[in-house]
């Protein structure tokens, strides 16, 4: 028996028995066997695939693995414990993988693999890992002074901790807000979220209706309270949370200063101008002033349809609801208001419809529509009781990959939605494959009073886009561990699979089979799909200027910005009067919940949204040409697209699968904007 759960890689994880007192020790083992593996390595003197990349996949897997299950934990079930060995062990990370990114020797092993004789007869998934990895070690400051060296680790193992520090203050900013509402002031709420208030005053011995800022609360509160003031009060608290407003040690103004002033160091110790030219290595876009340009090109054809929004909005609010100064708490009610009117439908009556059991039915028929892949539940030991876990099956019976499903909000959770890597598919010296294992995590209400949860029809889409992500990564038919799933992808191309996946929320066969009315069982009436059909590109030009609006913050962030004059929120304010229609309070603090780019990697890649935004439209824009052909164009979508993971330049793949260069016509006909 193996005593610390994490050091026990044999199977599935051992989330019921993982304890923070485990970490420590798991760390500090698998960190010694890894070093180990690179000082062998490291005198080989003719060095061979299997004598040398192998032993290091080897080593370096047993100690993300097990990294991965802790980092995981502090995500979903966060405790001040698991917090303490969490953030005691980061740095140790951080130092090892600066150590390995400078470590001359390994690179200079690397050199002569890709100057083997052979090389040009390996894989290319053995080719590109290898090209990747020169690449990687030069960005890593492998050929840096050894001053240099010092200061890119100690910037590194700060960014570390401050990424993880703007994370967890942003999580106990959100958990740590409550007011207790009366029922008069939530006038207009539905129901559903009501009963699920009550229940959690109750829980807490309260009385009346406890709302958070989780977004199973806050979003309907938005969306349907009739009280202004109450929007109000809820908005602010939300769009304040971890900023000078609230407790001092939780502030994350700070942190989002150094992290910029870390990263602009970094990026010049490396010989780059700015972090954006750094970043802008590993992706597909050429440069920052091509995804600037890009980027403003498309607010160049988007921000008429987004005035046209606004405008509707304030005519609406000042004529039919008595609002004539619209203020940033009313648009979501206002805007719910005006598609009930414009359309004749809620979107708490389709939510009736979207019934937990029958959208995952529905999910899982189009995997296997598209795939010939069967999704069926299995065990595992699992870190709450709301988890469940599945497995995907061929055609005949072998497993594929398995998946673990956590879908309800709850404190102690990050918010949002995400798909992570628990385990990637690898094939093994003994001659084996190693089956792929992913995270899917959102953030969605749980069914009350013993009845299913149901879903938003956005939720719906947001179960859809994690699926993609987690498909991508399952079914990867390479069995390199650089370039297996979606290592090795372009981050600006990693959200083809999700965005494309919610384009089979929209299909007629598809809803009707995923909807059954919670206190009926009837299927979506036609007519009523028709009126979501009909506002599906509601509001399209508003959201689309917003996403707009978060890539060139983002963008303009890490590259063209001067500390010396100018503030984060400057920066905003300019790209606002830019491209936005829509304009905040004064005293909102967006930019210190904006964990994307600050603790999430999309630092000067946020912008890749709508990059691959481009890509998934054109992509499902295949199967609209060719209707009667779903399953086979399903086909050359995974084996060109999912199945070769990292292992050639995405826009190849993309390429490979649809015959030529992405058009951007399909997305801006999707959107109503063309």
Same mark, same amino acid.
């Given at each position: 028996?193996?005593? @610390?759960?994490?050091?026990?890689?044999?199977?599935?994880?051992?989330?019921?028995?993982?304890?923070?007192?485990?970490?420590?020790?798991?760390?500090?083992?698998?960190?010694?066997?890894?070093?180990?593996?690179?000082? +062998?390595?490291?005198?080989?003197?003719?060095?061979?695939?299997?004598?040398?990349?192998?032993?290091?996949?080897?080593?370096?897997?047993?100690?993300?693995?097990?990294?991965?299950?802790?980092?995981?934990?502090?995500?979903?079930? @966060?405790?001040?414990?698991?917090?303490?060995?969490?953030?005691?062990? %980061?740095?140790?990370?951080?130092?090892?993988?600066?150590?390995?990114?400078?470590?001359?020797?390994?690179?200079?092993?690397?050199?002569?693999?890709?100057?083997?004789?052979?090389?040009?007869?390996?894989?290319?998934?053995?080719?590109?890992?290898?090209?990747?990895?020169?690449?990687?070690?030069?960005?890593?400051?492998?050929?840096?002074?050894?001053?240099?060296?010092?200061?890119?680790?100690?910037?590194?193992?700060?960014? !570390?901790?401050?990424?993880?520090? =703007?994370?967890?203050?942003?999580?106990?900013?959100?958990?740590?807000?409550?007011?207790?509402?009366?029922?008069?002031?939530?006038?207009?709420?539905?129901?559903?979220?009501?009963?699920?208030?009550?229940?959690?005053?109750?829980?807490?011995?309260?009385?009346?209706?406890?709302?958070?800022?989780?977004?199973?609360?806050?979003?309907?509160?938005?969306? =349907?309270?009739?009280?202004?003031?109450?929007?109000?009060?809820?908005?602010?608290?939300?769009?304040?949370?971890?900023?000078?407003?609230?407790?001092?040690?939780?502030?994350?103004?700070?942190? +989002?200063?150094?992290?910029?002033?870390?990263?602009?160091?970094?990026?010049?110790?490396?010989? =780059?101008?700015?972090?954006?030219?750094?970043?802008?290595?590993?992706?597909?876009?050429?440069?920052?002033?091509?995804?600037?340009?890009?980027?403003?090109?498309? !607010?160049?054809? +988007?921000?008429?349809?987004?005035?046209?929004?606004?405008?509707?909005?304030?005519?609406?609010?000042?004529?039919?609801?008595?609002?004539?100064?619209?203020?940033?708490?009313?648009?979501?009610?206002?805007?719910?208001?005006?598609?009930?009117?414009?359309?004749?439908?809620?979107?708490?009556?389709?939510?009736?419809?979207?019934?937990?059991?029958?959208?995952?039915?529905?999910?899982?028929?189009?995997?296997?529509?598209?795939?010939? %892949?069967? +999704?069926?539940?299995?065990?595992?030991?699992?870190?709450?009781?709301?988890?469940?876990?599945?497995? %995907?099956?061929?055609?005949?019976?072998?497993?594929?990959?398995?998946?673990?499903?956590?879908?309800?909000?709850?404190?102690?959770?990050?918010?949002?939605?995400?798909?992570?890597?628990?385990?990637?598919?690898?094939?093994?010296?003994?001659?084996?494959?190693?089956?792929?294992?992913?995270? %899917?995590?959102?953030?969605?209400?749980?069914?009350?009073?013993?009845?299913?949860?149901?879903?938003?029809?956005?939720?719906?889409?947001?179960?859809?886009?994690?699926?993609?992500?987690?498909?991508?990564?399952?079914?990867?038919?390479?069995?390199?561990?650089?370039?297996?799933?979606?290592?090795?992808?372009?981050?600006?191309?990693?959200?083809?699979?999700?965005?494309?996946?919610?384009?089979?929320?929209?299909?007629?066969?598809?809803?009707?089979?995923?909807?059954?009315?919670?206190?009926?069982?009837?299927?979506?009436?036609?007519?009523?799909?028709?009126?979501?059909?009909?506002?599906?590109?509601?509001?399209?030009?508003?959201?689309?200027?917003?996403?707009?609006?978060?890539?060139?913050?983002?963008?303009?962030?890490?590259?063209?910005?001067?500390?010396?004059?100018?503030?984060?929120? $400057?920066?905003?304010?300019?790209?606002?009067?830019?491209? !936005?229609?829509?304009?905040?309070?004064?005293?909102?603090? =967006? !930019? @210190?919940?904006?964990?994307?780019?600050?603790?999430?990697?999309?630092?000067?890649?946020?912008?890749?949204?709508?990059?691959?935004?481009?890509?998934?439209?054109?992509?499902?824009?295949?199967?609209?040409?060719?209707?009667?052909?779903?399953?086979?164009?399903?086909?050359?979508?995974?084996?060109?697209?999912?199945?070769?993971?990292?292992?050639?330049?995405?826009?190849?793949?993309?390429?490979?699968?649809?015959?030529?260069?992405?058009?951007?016509?399909?997305?801006?006909?999707? $959107?109503?904007?063309?």
């Amino acid at each position: 028996m193996i005593s @610390n759960p994490l050091l026990d890689q044999s199977g599935l994880p051992h989330f019921d028995t993982i304890r923070p007192e485990h970490v420590t020790e798991a760390l500090d083992t698998l960190l010694a066997r890894a070093r180990e593996a690179i000082d +062998i390595a490291a005198k080989i003197e003719n060095p061979d695939w299997d004598s040398y990349v192998v032993p290091m996949d080897d080593a370096s897997e047993t100690l993300y693995r097990a990294w991965n299950q802790v980092s995981h934990l502090q995500a979903v079930v @966060n405790t001040p414990a698991l917090r303490e060995a969490y953030n005691a062990n %980061l740095p140790k990370l951080a130092q090892f993988s600066t150590e390995v990114s400078q470590n001359l020797a390994l690179l200079n092993g690397y050199k002569k693999l890709v100057a083997h004789p052979d090389f040009a007869s390996w894989s290319p998934a053995r080719r590109k890992v290898l090209t990747n990895t020169l690449r990687d070690f030069r960005l890593g400051g492998a050929e840096l002074d050894e001053a240099g060296k010092q200061r890119f680790a100690e910037i590194s193992a700060e960014l !570390a901790q401050l990424s993880a520090s =703007f994370e967890q203050h942003l999580l106990d900013a959100t958990d740590s807000f409550e007011y207790l509402a009366t029922e008069s002031e939530l006038a207009g709420v539905p129901d559903d979220i009501l009963s699920m208030c009550k229940a959690r005053a109750e829980a807490n011995g309260k009385s009346g209706y406890s709302l958070s800022l989780h977004m199973p609360c806050y979003l309907p509160v938005m969306q =349907f309270a009739q009280d202004r003031s109450l929007r109000e009060r809820m908005y602010r608290a939300y769009m304040t949370r971890a900023s000078e407003f609230g407790k001092a040690d939780l502030d994350n103004g700070p942190l +989002i200063d150094r992290i910029l002033a870390l990263k602009t160091e970094m990026a010049q110790l490396l010989g =780059f101008n700015t972090y954006a030219d750094l970043s802008l290595e590993t992706k597909m876009a050429e440069s920052p002033a091509k995804v600037l340009t890009f980027l403003r090109d498309l !607010a160049a054809r +988007i921000k008429p349809f987004a005035q046209k929004d606004r405008q509707e909005l304030e005519a609406f609010a000042r004529d039919t609801l008595a609002t004539p100064d619209l203020q940033a708490w009313d648009i979501a009610y206002t805007s719910e208001k005006l598609k009930e009117a414009r359309y004749s439908f809620s979107e708490q009556e389709v939510k009736q419809y979207f019934t937990e059991p029958k959208v995952l039915d529905g999910l899982f028929s189009v995997i296997h529509d598209l795939y010939g %892949l069967t +999704i069926c539940e299995d065990h595992a030991p699992s870190w709450h009781a709301d988890v469940r876990f599945y497995r %995907l099956e061929d055609a005949a019976g072998k497993l594929v990959g398995q998946f673990y499903l956590d879908l309800y909000a709850r404190d102690a959770k990050r918010g949002g939605a995400w798909m992570d890597e628990c385990r990637n598919r690898r094939d093994l010296a003994n001659g084996t494959t190693q089956t792929p294992i992913a995270y %899917l995590t959102c953030n969605f209400g749980r069914g009350q009073s013993g009845k299913p949860a149901t879903f938003s029809h956005d939720e719906v889409i947001t179960l859809f886009h994690e699926m993609g992500h987690g498909l991508h990564l399952l079914l990867t038919e390479v069995g390199v561990q650089g370039v297996s799933g979606i290592n090795g992808v372009e981050w600006d191309a990693v959200e083809l699979p999700s965005q494309f996946m919610e384009n089979f929320c929209w299909e007629w066969a598809r809803v009707q089979q995923m909807t059954a009315h919670i206190d009926t069982g009837d299927h979506l009436p036609r007519a009523l799909f028709d009126k979501m059909l009909a506002a599906k590109n509601y509001q399209s030009g508003m959201f689309s200027a917003r996403q707009l609006e978060f890539g060139l913050f983002d963008m303009t962030l890490h590259g063209d910005f001067n500390p010396s004059t100018q503030t984060v929120r $400057s920066v905003l304010d300019t790209v606002r009067a830019e491209v !936005a229609v829509n304009f905040p309070p004064e005293n909102t603090r =967006f !930019a @210190n919940s904006f964990s994307h780019i600050f603790a999430g990697g999309y630092a000067a890649g946020y912008y890749s949204y709508k990059w691959a935004e481009v890509l998934s439209a054109d992509a499902y824009a295949a199967f609209e040409e060719a209707p009667e052909h779903t399953q086979q164009t399903g086909e050359r979508f995974r084996k060109e697209i999912l199945a070769v993971g990292g292992s050639r330049p995405a826009l190849e793949s993309f390429v490979a699968f649809r015959g030529r260069m992405p058009q951007i016509d399909a997305l801006l006909r999707h $959107s109503g904007m063309q």
